[in-house]
């Protein structure tokens, strides 16, 4: 059952599911008549102020070309009294000459007289018919100005009032969505309004797929083994099966009548969790939260101050987003390419010195074992030649003494040996007789 904490006691206490409904359509009916009331009144104030600021337009503008008309008028006036000033001052000045002339010839011929007159009374006539032209005209002139300036007149008439009906239908269909949106809301639930924006988003991206996302992921997180899971995932990987991009959504949405109101920073560590689990680049939270806030209202917000590669995005920015981190990666993957490329012959050279560190290593070691071997042979072979060294003395000593020996057994005779022994020399006379007798 729900727990309800009292704001005045702090006591908690259960209530059934259909009190707690009720406690909530309470809230949520009040809350929601205030919201749609101010909305109500701030379109109120912005139709009124639009259709002012319309007409003051229309008015000035309508103003300022009649100015304009009425100035050209007065101008082209102002030209033709000028004319008719002129060519009357031209008629007197003929006529007066012409008297002149006449005056000066009354001494001729009554012939030259009428003749003259009569090139007086033509040149008067044509003047005349001159002046009326020239009056025609500026009246056919003028009458035109006059026509152009009723069309205008009439076309900013024309124009003002389909100003006002277009004002007039924005707020009417203003106000049927405002009607609608209030039918809306009263009919979802917190958890439908989540489910509907995750739904508009996923129909944003799927009318989209086919013709700017061909071959990109983008499905529902589904994989709890973590212990939690965002909302969806988009990757992209090129020809070769090396990843372009991937971004960790979570969409958020609020009911505007809901008590407890969520911050959308309340939702940061998870979202960044979430993306390290699923070794996703960047983590975006489409979020309709904090529907007043200035900062989350003007566009794409980087948060990345507090997690890295992490967005807050309004709906209408969930597909703009994709794009800008989808053409950011695919100007970076060239990079990338050659970094991987660097990396592989980096890691090539690696393995090649360490495999010359280990043969010098095992050469060093077996040579320095063969060394030990070699001096310790040659020790045992100089101590052999010491050895058969005194051998040979002692055998060359040997020898000397054999031959010393052999020189004193040569040497020896019977004759020596009785020398200073009369027995053994009276035996040996007695061996030698006997032996003679024989």
């Not at 007086?120 to 025609?136: M, N």
């Not at 039918?183 to 989540?194: E, H, N």
């Not at 890691?347 to 050469?363: L, Q, S, V």
């Not at 004759?415 to 030698?432: A, D």
Request: hydrophobic letters at 35%; aromatic letters at 6%; proline letters at 2%.
């Amino acid at each position: 059952m729900p727990e309800i904490k009292c704001p005045k006691c702090g006591e908690v206490f259960q209530v059934d599911e259909s009190g707690y409904a009720e406690i909530l359509a309470q809230v949520r009916n009040s809350e929601f008549d205030k919201e749609i009331g101010r909305k109500e009144k701030s379109l109120k104030a912005e139709k009124e102020q639009a259709v002012q600021v319309a007409v003051l337009e229309a008015e000035n503008k309508s103003k300022e070309v009649l100015a304009e008309k009425d100035t050209e008028i007065a101008r082209l006036k102002l030209l033709l009294e000028s004319s008719e000033s002129q060519q009357a001052l031209a008629m007197q000045n003929a006529v007066s000459e012409a008297e002149k002339e006449r005056d000066r010839i009354k001494s001729q011929s009554d012939g030259e007289i009428t003749r003259l007159t009569a090139m007086l009374e033509q040149s008067r006539i044509e003047k005349e018919l001159a002046v009326k032209e020239a009056v025609h005209d500026l009246e056919k002139q003028r009458d035109r100005l006059s026509s152009e300036l009723e069309l205008q007149k009439q076309k900013h008439e024309i124009s003002e009032q389909s100003i006002k009906q277009d004002y007039e239908t924005q707020l009417r269909f203003k106000d049927e969505e405002i009607e609608k949106y209030k039918d809306f809301k009263q009919r979802l639930s917190t958890k439908m309004l989540g489910e509907s924006l995750e739904q508009h988003c996923e129909n944003e991206f799927n009318s989209l797929r086919m013709t700017a996302f061909p071959t990109a992921y983008f499905e529902k997180d589904s994989d709890i083994s973590k212990g939690t899971k965002g909302d969806y995932i988009f990757r992209e990987s090129d020809s070769q099966g090396n990843e372009i991009i991937s971004i960790m959504f979570e969409m958020k949405n609020q009911q505007d009548v809901t008590a407890a109101k969520k911050k959308n920073e309340d939702f940061f560590k998870k979202l960044d969790k979430d993306r390290c689990d699923k070794n996703c680049e960047y983590a975006v939270l489409v979020s309709m939260l904090e529907p007043e806030s200035e900062l989350y209202n003007t566009g794409i917000v980087d948060v990345s101050y507090q997690y890295p590669k992490m967005y807050v995005v309004r709906p209408q920015f969930f597909i703009p987003i994709i794009t800008l981190l989808r053409n950011a990666a695919l100007n970076s993957m060239e990079y990338k390419r050659e970094l991987a490329e660097m990396r592989t012959q980096n890691i090539d050279i690696t393995d090649f010195e360490d495999n010359m560190e280990k043969f010098k290593a095992g050469f060093s070691r077996n040579f320095r074992l063969a060394s030990e071997k070699f001096e310790k042979a040659i020790d045992e072979i100089d101590k052999t030649i010491d050895h058969l060294q005194k051998t040979k003395a002692a055998l060359l000593s040997s020898e000397n003494n054999l031959r010393l020996a052999n020189d004193k057994a040569q040497d020896l005779s019977i004759k020596k040996l009785t020398k200073n022994n009369p027995t053994m020399q009276q035996k040996f006379m007695e061996l030698k007789n006997n032996n003679a007798d024989e």
